[in-house]
């Protein structure tokens, strides 16, 4: 791991530590609120949502005059991704529509579906059947190929989550921590945010797509660009490198935080695929963070200076979030531009000026009760992939896939984006 990666995390994890003073600091009321109280108060609350409704849109384009990538940036600006996500903690549900709408019209369509017991995956334009796994099957199959330490128990992994998420915005259990000044950090990025976080007009959010269901928000408006980012970042660094009470917090969480990722994976799961153990490189910045604290972050500010006095720009963000009277984000739509550096023609062999990305979110309801599609009959009308995975050569498998492989020829000769991807590869 390079030396600037080791900085960059540090950086990160002192950021992220001092944002989350947010969750220790006192709030005002609603109304009285301006644009930064409003935002601490809604990370603060939103600690608490066990069940979310929302809608996404998310529309991506390139500008660039390579010939190299000039079809697929053609069919890129014409498609818009949606997708529709209800999830409940208890019991744990998670549903996700996504579909890709190609100039007005829907494409390509995908539901994916998950409880504690199985994953449920439908593809109507590959398969007139949903698919879906148990995790008994799944797991059985994993432990069988030599793999046990890629089991999955999606219960399990929420809670480990959800803990990790309180655990995680809380001092209490480090030593040292009751000297960390959180009420500072926060003045500062109260001051550095200064014009850039500012409190609009109220407006109306359309909810469930229905134009009769509307909420009144208050208008959050953020717009900033890498400089500006960095000059927020700065005075924080600044006073975070001599801090002790700090490091000792940044430490914590650091490890904390590594703790949390390797859950989910064991040394096994590395071994078994022959790839080093990321982790293992990631537990240097601990020590490095131990050992070299201050000069550490010294190092980071020298490299943000860097960066800060480049002619390059690298990204500008404009962001319009919408909070209702509960004090919970019910809209964002945020718009990104990034500019790439020079791309080495030898690594990637394209040149693109900048990338756009326009991603609205629309939040219907939290904590009320989801209507989830209903997958009670999967066994009996669904298809089950485990006979599947276990014999990939059988007759049953081949036969499936033949069909698949048919229903991907109709779409190519009926459905636009496919025909037009098609058209591109040469393979119609």
Not at 125 to 143: H, V
Not at 260 to 275: I, L, N, P, Q, W
Not at 276 to 301: F, K
Not at 380 to 406: A, C, D, F, V
Request: glycine share 4%; with cysteine; charged share 30%.
């Amino acid at each position: 791991m390079s030396k600037n990666t080791k900085i960059l995390i540090a950086v990160l994890v002192v950021a992220a530590v001092a944002v989350g003073g947010y969750f220790l600091t006192k709030d005002k009321p609603f109304e009285e609120a301006d644009a930064f109280e409003m935002m601490k108060n809604y990370y603060k609350e939103s600690m608490n949502v066990k069940a979310i409704d929302q809608d996404l849109k998310m529309a991506v384009s390139i500008d660039s005059q390579d010939p190299n990538i000039g079809s697929f940036q053609d069919i890129l600006n014409e498609v818009e991704f949606e997708m529709s996500v209800r999830e409940t903690i208890e019991p744990l549900v998670v549903e996700m529509d996504m579909g890709v709408i190609y100039q007005g019209e829907e494409s390509l369509s995908l539901e994916m579906f998950l409880n504690d017991e199985m994953m449920i995956y439908n593809a109507p334009f590959l398969y007139n059947k949903a698919f879906y796994l148990t995790y008994e099957d799944y797991n059985s199959f994993m432990e069988e190929s030599g793999m046990p330490g890629q089991t999955l128990n999606m219960k399990e992994l929420m809670d480990e989550a959800l803990e990790f998420q309180k655990e995680f915005y809380t001092l209490e259990g480090i030593e040292g921590a009751e000297d960390l000044d959180v009420e500072k950090y926060e003045n500062i990025m109260r001051e550095n945010l200064e014009g850039i976080l500012v409190k609009g007009e109220k407006f109306d959010v359309v909810l469930n797509k229905d134009e009769n269901d509307t909420i009144e928000c208050q208008e959050i408006l953020m717009s900033f660009n890498d400089k500006q980012g960095i000059d927020f970042l700065i005075p924080l660094l600044t006073e975070a490198k001599d801090d002790e009470a700090m490091k000792s917090v940044v430490i914590a969480k650091t490890r904390q935080y590594i703790d949390f990722m390797k859950s989910f994976y064991d040394d096994a799961v590395f071994e078994t695929a022959g790839v080093e153990n990321p982790y293992a490189e990631i537990e240097e910045v601990i020590e490095e963070i131990e050992t070299n604290y201050t000069q550490g972050i010294e190092d980071a500010l020298v490299e943000l200076e860097k960066i800060k006095e480049s002619d390059h720009q690298y990204f500008t963000t404009i962001n319009k979030m919408g909070i209702d009277k509960d004090g919970m984000m019910r809209y964002w739509n945020m718009d990104l531009t990034i500019y790439p550096e020079e791309i080495p023609e030898d690594e990637y062999g394209v040149d693109i000026a900048q990338i756009d990305f326009d991603i609205e979110t629309i939040v219907n309801s939290y904590n009320e009760e989801i209507q989830f599609a209903d997958y009670s009959k999967i066994r009996e009308e669904g298809q089950n992939l485990n006979p599947l995975i276990r014999e990939p050569e059988s007759q049953e498998t081949q036969q499936l896939m033949m069909q698949i492989y048919g229903k991907l020829m109709q779409e190519v000769g009926s459905n636009p984006l496919i025909q037009r991807i098609a058209e591109e590869m040469g393979v119609y």
